[in-house]
């Protein structure tokens, strides 16, 4: 995990992610401790990523034994509520459709 906020490429996918997750929380009437996206992603850059450089998510171990993975409880499942509340989740779309790509057996 860590690996992927040193690139400004990555770290702005994850930001779009984290904004449109934010929106769709906040349209839906969900809320959480965080205020805000910015509030959670100046958290995770100084405090939840920095220890996790060597980490392999789960979901890079299931593609990499192709296995299904769980991006429709995840990013699937954001832009699902997304929709419910007309909100635009396309970095959210986006990644769960390469996953599923993926996971087809296409890469």
Known sequence: YGEL???EYTKGIMND????????????GYSTHYQSAQGYIDVFYSKLLPST???R?????DIQAK???????LNGAVVELA???NVKTPVNEVITSLIKFIEGGYL
């Open 83 to 85: 929709k419910q509340h």
């Open 17 to 28: 992610i984290f904004h449109e997750i934010f929106e769709t929380m906040h349209k839906a």
């Open 67 to 73: 296995r299904r993975t769980e991006i429709d409880a």
């Open 53 to 55: 450089g060597e980490h």
């Open 5 to 7: 906020g040193k690139s």
């Open 57 to 61: 998510s789960s979901m890079l171990q």
